[in-house]
């Protein structure tokens, strides 16, 4: 499996950012691509994810950290996995990682241990 993340930047509090992730390389009918956050000196956060079982339409899961600022979707056309975050606020700031994993059963979407397949992080900070 490889993963392809784009977007990040700097932005002031209150703008909107946008991550995207291609994942290639998936070879099953149940599996997540999700977006974890890792400030420095703290754990990685799971931020959101897209669950996809047995052929049905994906399912978004959104943190309660981020719920009501953060969309998850899919783009189907370039099958990628979009990440929009609005009203960002400077505790948004961190490295944001795209992770997918095949066979991944529901309860462990949240938890970074699950995931083998990691993209390179993209850096978002937002300025106060």
């Known amino acids: 499996v490889q993963l392809q993340a784009s977007g990040g930047g700097l932005v002031q509090a209150g703008g909107s950012l946008r991550l995207s992730c291609a994942p290639s390389?998936?070879?099953?009918?149940?599996?997540?691509v999700s977006w974890f956050r890792q400030a420095p000196g703290k754990e990685r956060e799971f931020v959101s994810a897209m669950f996809w079982s047995g052929g049905s339409g994906g399912r978004q899961i959104i943190a309660d950290s981020v719920k009501g600022r953060f969309t998850i979707s899919r783009d189907r056309a370039k099958n990628t996995v979009i990440l929009q975050m609005n009203n960002l606020e400077p505790a948004d700031t961190a490295v944001y990682y795209c992770?997918?994993?095949?066979?991944?059963?529901?309860?462990?979407?949240?938890?970074?241990?699950?995931?083998?397949?990691w993209g390179q992080g993209t850096q978002v900070t937002v300025s106060s």
């Open positions: 992770a997918a994993q095949a066979g991944i059963i529901y309860s462990s979407i949240s938890n970074a241990g699950a995931y083998a397949n």
């Open positions: 390389g998936i070879a099953s009918n149940r599996y997540a």
